[in-house]
């Protein structure tokens, strides 16, 4: 058995005893690649179309990651070939990611985040875990989700009453037309409601929000305060509007060395799901050692964030990367030398904590062992796909 996979994914071993993997660069990835392969594993940087994979042998294609925005899943109904992604695989990443970027900009407004009221505008999988996280900070949670919602399974506020909030963060797949469209959902109108005092941070998809209109609203000087992990037009971002944000990075809010292994692990479980054979035994949870750090205030549960993972240098890293005379390739390496990262769980928590805190590091340290759950492929089965 052939598979073809990203260079950038890790912890292929299970996929390894099934057979020879070669690794590609996901960008560059063409047809010519998968001639005689039978597995197909991504990330979001390669689009999964009828042209790439017509006329392969192809029958099984895996993206280890939690959009889909990427994959003609139409396409593959016609050619009959199995499809799996891994939601949820890299929501602790983001989840912190995000707590970390809300509380820089609660020390830049000179204001407590715990008190303050937060639009969480998508509450799957990362947006769920990040409402659950403020909650237990005491944080007003104003949580907008209109097709959860119906199916009730959330409780939905509007997009406008989101977007009046302290902050506003963004978890919503990328969804180019329909009714539930979520291209530009903050556009031009929108963007220009928001304001100085408040703070706005995307790490789900670029083009969710109007980049240029965004560019627009911050040159003014009275707008949000922005936190973007993910542009329009990437790896080739906007150099003005990088200039323009309080906090820039090269899509990595998910980068952690915990998100990447599960990521890989849930699509291995998905091939044997669709194989009808055993999934197999989550891996025992190594040890932790242990982080002894004091978490009596805002300022030190920021410091206990920024052990495992800094904000600033991620930034400066990609304003750098812009001096670069091909600021796109220099986008993509970030990516690919990503520094490792952990996720807090990855440690066992030893020092004081605030009582008013207690609730939010506990959460912060949960490992599976301690009972969170562990996410569950998504498994698509077309009319005719076949394992054998």
Known sequence: MHIVADENMPALDDFERLGRVTRVDGRSLTRADLRDADILLVRSVTPVTEALLADTPVRFVGSA?????????????????????????NARAVAEYVLQALLMASQHHGRPLRGSTVGVIGLGNVGGLVAAWLRALDVTVLGCDPPLARAGRVTSVSLDE???ADAVTLHVPLIKGGDEATRHLLDKTRLRALNHEQTLINTCRGPVVDNQA????LARGDGPLTFLDVWEGEPRLNPALLEQVFNGSPHVAGYS???KRLGSAMLYEAWCRWMGEPAPAAPAVAERRTLALDVEDESQLLALLRYAHRLPEDDQRLRRSLRESDPGAAFDRL?????????????RHQGKVAPSLRALVSLLFESNASGSARPVPALHRPAGSSPR
């Open 335 to 347: 990516r690919k030398q990503y520094p490792p990262r952990h996720e807090l769980h990855h440690w």
């Open 162 to 164: 989101a977007l009046a």
């Open 65 to 89: 990651t939690i959009g889909t925005d990427h994959v003609d899943l139409d396409a593959l109904d016609r050619l009959g070939i199995a499809f799996a992604c891994a939601p949820g695989c």
């Open 214 to 217: 965004l560019s627009r609203r």
């Open 257 to 259: 060395v915990e998100g």
